[in-house]
Structures are given as C-alpha cells and as structure tokens.
C-alpha cells in the first residue's frame, strides 16, 4: 500500500559512482517522456555530479529504430519509457544490456525489476476505473467485473493499439491464464459504448458529455483536470469517481516508466550514475510532485495530486516483465476479439 513518508531536502546519491564520474563530461539520455519536468530533475542531477545531461525526446518506436540503425555508435547512453511493453521492444531488439546495482537493487523492489537487471522502474501509473457518479450507483470494483452484463453499452476505452491496455491484457494474461483473458477481452469489447477512440483524456470527456458511464484510465489524465483547465473534463469532473480495482485480490494494475543503460553506451559509468540518481529520494519525491505520479521505491511520499486519490493496494504478485512477455499473447488476443 501507498503511505505518505516523511521528506527530506535531496537524497544522498551514490557517492561510489559518481566518485567514478568525478572527470566525466556529460551523459545522453533517449527519452520517449515529455515532460518539461524533468529538465528540473536533469539539472538537479548536473548540480550535484558535474555531469552534463543530453537529452533527445522521441515517441519509443522511434527511439528503439534509431539505436539500432546507429548501432555500435549510437551515443545513447540511457534509454527510458513510459510502458514496460515498448521497453520490452528494446530488449528484443538488442539496444539495452543488463547494468548491475547494488543501489538500484537494494531501491526497487524486485517486481519492477526486469531479473536480468536489463532495466528498472523508476516512476508508476495506475490504470483505473472511472465512472460517472449520477449515473452509476454501484460501480464495478474489479476488471473482471467491467464484463457484467449491466455494463453494456457503458464502456469507454482506448484502442487495442494502446500500450497501457496492452500491457493490462498482458497482466491479466499471467495472473489468470489466456483463455480467461481472451473472455474478459471478449466481454470488453460486447460492453463498449462506443468504437475505440482517442487517449485516456478522451475517455474521461466522454462521461462528464454522457456518451458513456465507465471508462479506463490512468490516473494522472484525470488528476490533470484538476491541475488545468482542460476543454469537456474540468468543468464536469466533480461528477466523475473512482475506483481502485482488485483490492480484495491482487491489487490495481499499474504501468511502468522504466530506465535502462544502452547497449552501446560510450559513457557507461556517468549513465550508471545517472540511473542510479533516479531512484534517489529527491529523484521519486520530483516525480510524485511534478507529474502526479507514484514513486517506484517505497517509502516516498505522495504527491498532493496523487493523494487526492486516497490509499490503495497495487498489484505487486504479477512480475512486471510478463507484460512485456505477454505482450505478443495480448496483441493476438485482442485481434481476435476484435478490438479495434
């Protein structure tokens, strides 16, 4: 469960490493996140190591072709995304190799840790249940349940095409097998109230519109109607609520922003020192503050966003690596269901 922590100015790094980076120059980073945020954490990190970041922003895809066209001399040191699927992309194609840490270890918990060491999370997204509060008295308190029949008709949700849901399909795929997993697909798909269509903004500004009454999400889409005037979702979403799905079970599915060294990388020890500064207090303490997510090391505080969502379990029993793993069952799956 998610609890509140007591904060402190800025983490102590490992001065092991950056001991080792005392004469480096600079680090690059391959980032599929676009956050001006964290330029803030970057510069952080260049004050306290002497460490210049690079940083080039690109959908993942994108990223993952270019180190493999540039091959051995790419000058990608780090590589990051928002989904463990498209990090799972990285490993097939070769581009990442395993980095050992005892720092990293001993901070991120072994479910959020590929078991090769080949990468690790570093900030989490819950994709939960949303629903429209004068519509829907009781809503459903599990994915399993977005299947009952009284649902449909009532559902918004993203593409198949959509990482998030790919890699919730994956996890249901390990935590309950594929042939239970192709039923709840299956189930999804009847309940629809509406073809596919949009991001998980757009699922949210179909319930304060009244074009359905459930829809799926991540959580921080939702927490930005509240940080920003956002067009057909702030001014209607006191009347949206939520639901922390599986809490008598194995918890909320969430996605996983991972990092990982390159294969390639021509700095390997300022990107060790890099990585290892993501999991430090001030590194999970900027990305619970700044972007409304939750820490991937335990212990951190919530942001004010996050808490408004209250405490929840998380799913920690099914490995994050089987949604990577599962990712080609899951897209299969969703085919044959026809889920656009």
């Not at 990285?90 to 990468?119: C, F, K, M, Y």
């Not at 930005?224 to 949206?240: A, M, P, Q, T, Y």
Request: glycine letters at 8%.
């Amino acid at each position: 469960m998610f609890r509140f922590a007591t904060r402190t100015a800025i983490a102590a790094l490992s001065l092991s490493a950056l001991a080792a980076t005392a004469m480096a120059a600079e680090v690059n980073v391959y980032s599929s996140r676009h956050y001006d945020s964290d330029d803030a954490l970057y510069e952080k990190f260049t004050e306290v190591s002497g460490i210049t970041v690079n940083r080039i922003e690109g959908k993942a895809d994108e990223l993952i072709a270019r180190m493999s066209a540039e091959g051995d001399n790419s000058p990608a040191d780090v590589f990051i995304t928002v989904d463990i699927g498209r990090m799972g992309r990285a490993e097939e194609a070769g581009v990442i190799q395993p980095l050992h840490s005892d720092v990293i270890t001993n901070a991120v918990p072994a479910h959020l840790r590929h078991p090769d060491d080949l990468w690790f999370g570093v900030s989490q997204r819950a994709r939960i249940i949303f629903y429209a509060k004068d519509r829907v008295e009781h809503p459903p308190q599990t994915y399993e349940a977005l299947t009952d029949a009284v649902w449909k008709g009532r559902i918004c949700i993203r593409s198949s095409s959509n990482i998030y849901n790919q890699s919730l399909l994956a996890s249901i795929i390990e935590a309950d097998g594929a042939e239970e997993a192709q039923e709840w697909a299956a189930g999804i798909v009847a309940n629809m109230a509406r073809s596919p269509q949009g991001g998980d903004t757009d699922q949210l500004r179909a319930i304060v519109s009244g074009e359905c009454d459930i829809a799926v999400a991540n959580h921080y889409y939702f927490l930005r109607g509240f940080d920003k005037d956002i067009e057909g979702l702030s001014s209607g979403i006191e009347n949206i609520g939520w639901v922390w799905p599986n809490q008598s079970g194995r918890g909320a599915h969430l996605n996983l922003t991972a990092a990982a060294m390159t294969a390639s990388s021509p700095n390997p020890d300022e990107a060790k020192a890099l990585l290892e500064f993501l999991t430090s207090e001030y590194a999970q303490q900027h990305f619970a503050d700044q972007n409304n997510e939750y820490p991937a090391v335990p212990g951190i505080g919530l942001g004010e966003g996050p808490a408004r969502l209250g405490f929840f379990i998380p799913d920690t029993t099914t490995p994050t690596a089987a949604f990577s793993a599962n990712a080609a069952k899951a897209q299969a799956i969703f085919n044959q269901v026809g889920w656009q």
